[in-house]
């Protein structure tokens, strides 16, 4: 059974840099046929998708977050990682990593493993 | 706002049937079936319940289905359980312009 594992600090302050992490147990996160992403749930508001990474380094982004967002992958840890530089309280929220399984263009994707999400406050 | 509305509730006794609607517009679930759904105990991972529309992942109850009609998704659970009580989130592919987009979600009440 494949699992995610967020890990990364709870409390953030303003103007510094988000750090998370999400390690995959259970499977390989070079999986031709997956990529992996980052969704994001500000309180008592929607799931936000962040971005996504291919085991390559592909990377693609919700254009409407503000720059600053990167996500890696490390195929070496079995692990992928986000980065947003500049912080405010608006990036408070639970963040979840997740795998989406297939590609759209061969006509079948979604997200299909999520880890339990990490809980990070931006505060001074 | 949510890029997809959900009823932000709905309830239902054991063994009734319920319906949960996800509505977007003609470049998310419109234009492509890859709708998802996802049960979601607070504190814990969410669960993939439906995927392209109306398929079952292994292991999901055959009481889960799943169906689309123009811009709109519905999630309808029957012969409600107990164990059914959560929240329940939709997600759609939104192209290469914003690629994925979620529900605002909806907490199912078993009365």
Same mark, same amino acid.
């Given at each position: 059974? %494949? #699992?995610? #594992?967020?890990?990364?600090?709870? %409390?953030?302050?303003?103007?510094e840099?988000?750090?998370?992490?999400?390690?995959?147990?259970?499977?390989?996160?070079? +999986?031709?046929?997956?990529?992996?992403?980052?969704?994001r #749930?500000?309180p008592?508001? =929607?799931?936000?998708?962040?971005?996504?990474?291919?085991?390559?380094?592909?990377?693609?982004y919700?254009?409407?977050?503000?720059?600053?967002?990167? &996500? +890696?992958?490390?195929?070496?840890?079995?692990?992928? +990682?986000?980065?947003?530089? +500049?912080?405010? *309280? *608006?990036?408070? =929220?639970?963040?979840?990593? *997740?795998?989406?399984?297939g590609?759209?263009? *061969?006509?079948?994707?979604?997200?299909?493993?999520?880890?339990?999400? &990490?809980?990070?406050?931006?505060?001074? | 706002?949510?890029?997809?509305t959900?009823?932000?509730?709905?309830?239902?006794?054991?063994?009734?049937? /319920?319906? /949960?609607?996800?509505?977007?517009?003609?470049s $998310?679930?419109?234009?492509?079936?890859?709708?998802?759904?996802?049960?979601? @105990?607070?504190?814990?991972?969410?669960?993939?319940?439906?995927? $392209?529309?109306?398929?079952?992942?292994?292991?999901?109850?055959?009481? /889960?289905?799943?169906?689309?009609?123009?811009?709109?998704?519905?999630?309808?659970?029957?012969?409600?359980?107990?164990? $059914?009580?959560?929240?329940?989130?939709?997600?759609? @592919?939104?192209?290469?312009?914003?690629?994925?987009?979620?529900?605002?979600?909806?907490?199912?009440?078993?009365?």
């Open positions: 059974q %494949l #699992q995610l #594992q967020e890990s990364g600090p709870g %409390l953030v302050k303003p103007s840099t988000l750090s998370l992490s999400c390690t995959v147990f259970g499977g390989s996160i070079s +999986s031709s046929d997956c990529h992996w992403g980052w969704i #749930q500000p008592g508001k =929607a799931l936000e998708w962040i971005g996504s990474v291919y085991y390559s380094g592909s990377t693609y919700n254009p409407s977050l503000k720059s600053g967002v990167t &996500i +890696s992958v490390d195929t070496s840890k079995n692990q992928f +990682s986000l980065k947003m530089t +500049s912080v405010t *309280a *608006a990036d408070t =929220a639970i963040y979840y990593c *997740a795998r989406r399984k590609f759209c263009s *061969a006509g079948s994707c979604h997200f299909d493993y999520w880890g339990q999400g &990490i809980l990070v406050t931006v505060s001074s | 706002q949510s890029a997809l959900q009823p932000a509730s709905v309830s239902g006794s054991p063994g009734q049937s /319920i319906t /949960i609607s996800c509505t977007g517009t003609s $998310d679930v419109g234009n492509y079936n890859f709708v998802s759904w996802y049960q979601h @105990h607070p504190g814990k991972a969410p669960k993939l319940m439906i995927y $392209d529309v109306s398929k079952r992942p292994s292991g999901v109850s055959n009481r /889960i289905s799943g169906s689309k009609s123009g811009n709109t998704a519905s999630l309808t659970i029957s012969g409600l359980q107990a164990e $059914d009580e959560a929240d329940y989130y939709c997600c759609s @592919h939104a192209g290469n312009s914003l690629f994925w987009v979620f529900g605002g979600g909806t907490k199912l009440t078993v009365l």
